[in-house]
Antibody, heavy 118, light 109 residues
Framework: QLQLQESGPGLVKPSGTLSLTCSVS??????????WAWIRQPPGKGLEWVGT???????FYNPSLKSRATISVDASKNQFSLNVRSASAADTAFYYC??????????WGRGTLVTVSS | EVVLRQSPATLSLSPGERATLSCRASQTVSSRYLTWYQQKPGQAPRVLIYAASTRATGIPDRFSGSGSGTDFTLTITRLEPEDFAVYYCQIYDSSRTWTFGQGTKVEIK
């Protein structure tokens, strides 16, 4: 059964870089049947899409992050990653990685809380 | 950019009652990419319905989805105690973005 597992520091200093990795347990991350996404949720608030990466390497990001986000894939480890530069308290959230499909059911990880604080 | 508006914001019902949740898009979207999630406190969102009307694996048949174009509905025919949660709709649109509605909280009356 597919599992996605987020990992990374739970605490990031203001102006630092928030870095997370999502490990994919089943199948190849290179498959053209899927794409890979990050979503975040500030505590007590709604869900916000962060960005997506495709098999082609193309990436799309939420404009609200103002070009601070970068998503990349490490196919050798079957992982994909998120970096958010110049982090601030507004980036404090639960971060989820997910696998998207074209008409099928998405699959999500369990999420990880990242706090931006000194 | 597609905007999804969910209504009502809060639905107060008793166990056994029927819940009807609405998700309205600001423009026509493909029902193939409309997903409904359930989220309980402290948990990740769980996929209930994808492609507007297909139940995800393990989801009870009291949950059903319908709709097309700009109007979509999630129906829970008889609320069980474990169904009180927040529900989100989400669309994957032609600009390759994910957009979420603001959520509907189903609470115990």
């Amino acid at each position: 059964q597919l599992q996605l597992q987020e990992s990374g520091p739970g605490l990031v200093k203001p102006s630092g870089t928030l870095s997370l990795t999502c490990s994919v347990s089943v199948g190849t991350i290179r498959s053209s049947d899927y794409y890979w996404a990050w979503i975040r949720q500030p505590p007590g608030k709604g869900l916000e899409w962060v960005g997506t990466i495709y098999n082609s390497g193309n990436t799309f990001y939420n404009p609200s992050l103002k070009s601070r986000a970068t998503i990349s894939v490490d196919a050798s480890k079957n992982q994909f990653s998120l970096n958010v530069r110049s982090a601030s308290a507004a980036d404090t959230a639960f971060y989820y990685c997910a696998r998207g499909t074209y008409g099928g059911s998405p699959a999500w990880g369990r999420g990880t809380l990242v706090t931006v604080s000194s | 950019e597609v905007v999804l508006r969910q209504s009502p914001a809060t639905l107060s019902l008793s166990p056994g009652e029927r819940a009807t949740l609405s998700c309205r898009a600001s423009q026509t979207v493909s029902s193939r990419y409309l997903t409904w999630y359930q989220q309980k406190p402290g948990q990740a969102p769980r996929v209930l319905i994808y492609a507007a009307s297909t139940r995800a694996t393990g989801i009870p048949d009291r949950f059903s989805g319908s709709g097309s174009g700009t109007d979509f509905t999630l129906t829970i025919t008889r609320l069980e105690p474990e169904d009180f949660a927040v529900y989100y709709c989400q669309i994957y649109d032609s600009s390759r973005t994910w957009t979420f509605g603001q959520g509907t909280k189903v609470e115990i009356k």
